[in-house]
């Protein structure tokens, strides 16, 4: 069970939101660099980063600050990043500064088809990030949610060829009140893909239910405000993770 470090980038700083709301944000460092390379030393075997600047914009805006991370940590452990990847271009972009995976949100629903041709350009290096409230499908940095059930629209993506899925239940994210295993495991059972779930990862009990739930396709977890809060130490997670895994 890989644990995922996430760095969210908001005007070049690193933040937490509740709920994705952008004016409730939380600032944890403005120095994310800093902050990528404090993950890595703590053993994180990934890095997941979010534009969040981008995600609204629909284009990057963190550029820089990404180029940057990459350039530290890039070499020593696969990053991944979603937020304003809206055409191949921006992937490409990306995947030359040393990106690993890009992670397709609100495009692969609104335009599936770009989702589709961006799997074709980039085999085994797009993941496709889902959201979804009560099962729904939610868009445009969660300001809508669709009536698309999650679990049908993770098949026909796989389809296409994605590598993983990242599911987030929106009602938990940044609130510090467990992961959602029920609708994990409901996504996971559904798919050959692995799953990775985010929103609520709280405690050393959220990482146990993980893992006893990780032979369903549940490949890792991101976690994000409990690190940087302090109710969930990174090192001693990943190696409860690890051992309760082996």
Known sequence: MLLIPAIDLKDGHCVRLRQGIMEDATVFSDNPV????HWRDKGA???HLVDLNGAFAGKPKNLAVVRDILAEVGTDMPVQ???GIRDLDTIEKYLDMGLRYVIV???AVKTPGFLHDACDAFPGQVIVGLDAKDGKVAIDGWAKVTQ????EMAKRFQDYGVMSVIYTDIGRDGMMNGINIEATVKLAQALTIP???SGGLT?????RALCQVEHEGIEGAITGRAIYEGSIDFEVAQSLADELSE
Do not use: C, E, P
């Open 195 to 197: 799953v990775i779930a």
């Open 105 to 107: 949100g609100t495009a």
């Open 81 to 83: 990043l979603g937020g």
């Open 34 to 37: 800093k902050v990528a390379a």
């Open 45 to 47: 075997r990934r890095l």
């Open 148 to 151: 698309h059930d999650v679990v």
């Open 203 to 207: 405690n050393l009990d959220d990482v």
